[in-house]
């Protein structure tokens, strides 16, 4: 989610990541307990699906915006939850993660508090969180958006803002100026919080290159002397 400060509006993203199947499958040989195992496997490319949507505009209070996250995380059951930090602080990240806490237990949730910079420095982390450079977090989701590989659902009502913001979007000439403010546009809360959900899955859930499509079977076994 993009926390704006009281004056500017906030934002919360649901994405989905799935896997999608690329190539033709091949079969793939491993031993178990001298045992040759083949399975048929397809090599795979994660794919994001934004599929929920929801604008705060001032006026607001974050316990309403904390309040809704914990609905939407309660009826996910599980979930990696991003919170831009840079306008607000601590402070309010605190009240979302206890908020959520209440309405999910366990450790089904994991909360990344993310500080936004406009500097050309790579990703740090501190006892406050992460620092990403904004322009890391945006054009990340743009080659995703580009190769297809970041879809936005129909049917929610900030889907053709969404759209086309990504479809609009252009680099700024001087890469500096790209780095001038932490929002340079009226729908930047919308794409900073699909591109922080992007970021964290990108950065911080294991990566996997294939998949099984069929059922192992034994190709030979080893007869003991």
């Avoid at 999608?20 to 083949?38: L, Q």
């Avoid at 580009?146 to 936005?152: N, V």
């Avoid at 794409?191 to 998949?211: F, G, N, P, Q």
Wanted: glycine residues 8%.
């Amino acid at each position: 989610m993009d926390l704006g400060a009281p004056a500017e509006a906030s934002s919360v993203a649901v994405v989905d990541r799935t896997l999608r199947g690329v190539g033709e499958p091949f079969n793939h040989r491993v031993e178990r307990d001298g045992t040759r195992v083949v399975t048929a496997v397809e090599e795979v490319e994660v794919v994001y699906e934004v599929r929920h949507l929801r604008r705060f505009s001032p006026p607001y209070r974050y316990g309403g915006v904390a309040r809704h996250t914990a609905e939407v995380v309660a009826e996910l059951g599980e979930a990696l939850v991003g919170v831009d930090v840079t306008r607000t602080g601590r402070p309010t990240f605190s009240t979302i993660r206890n908020a959520v806490r209440k309405e999910v237990f366990g450790d089904r949730t994991t909360f990344f508090p993310v500080t936004i910079s406009w500097s050309g420095a790579g990703v740090t982390h501190g006892t406050s969180g992460f620092v990403v450079p904004r322009r890391d977090l945006v054009f990340l989701s743009v080659e995703l958006f580009e190769s297809q590989r970041l879809k936005i659902a129909k049917g929610m009502e900030l889907s053709g803002v969404l759209v086309e913001e990504y479809m609009t979007f252009k680099p700024a000439r001087d890469p500096k100026d790209d780095l001038e403010g932490w929002r340079l546009g009226r729908n930047d809360d919308l794409v900073l919080a699909t591109s922080l959900a992007c970021w964290i899955s990108e950065s911080y859930v294991k990566r996997t290159k294939t998949r099984p499509v069929g059922v192992s079977r034994v190709e030979k076994e080893r007869v003991p002397f």
